[in-house]
């Protein structure tokens, strides 16, 4: 979990280096620092419960960071997801940085369709208002993400960095 709130990081890194929205970019930032922040306690409390053993109160007390850094992962999508749609810059010749900006062109290419498609097929009710009743939610990176997911079988429980590894490797 550490880990990958670490690739999560990098990840809200390397947006906000490219968003073209200052706000956007500050907000990701932020989101990105506390994130940094939640996996670095997490990963401390994790070292201590590994030595001190099995008591209530440290596994309280991880159970608490973990749900902490799923929180800040969140926040740090959310606020990705808006960079993305303010839009991203021309990112350089960086191998990762380039899939990380195209793993955001697919996603914002996706809310774009499924935008036209509800505004072609939505229902209306009397005041013109969209009904939400059988539409299908939009696509956020959080779901891209939890699809990506069951393709992680196949990624060792404790990951040791290697070289050539980009942060779209981890499947976030």
Known sequence: MVSDGQVVVKFGNILAKHCLDQRCSMELLRATEHTQSVSSQLGIVARVKAVTGESRASSELLLSNVQNLLQAVQHVLR????AC???LGQPPADPEEEEVA??????RKNL???????????????????KTRGAKAE????SVVQ????QSRNIPKHPSPRKGHTVMDRHL
């Open 112 to 130: 774009t369709q499924h935008r036209a498609k509800e505004a072609l097929n939505s229902a209306r009710d009397e005041l013109g208002l969209r």
């Open 139 to 142: 696509p956020t990176l959080m």
């Open 147 to 150: 699809e990506q997911h069951p």
């Open 102 to 107: 195209a793993f955001c062109q697919q996603w």
């Open 79 to 82: 606020a990705a997801e808006a």
């Open 85 to 87: 749609v303010k839009g």
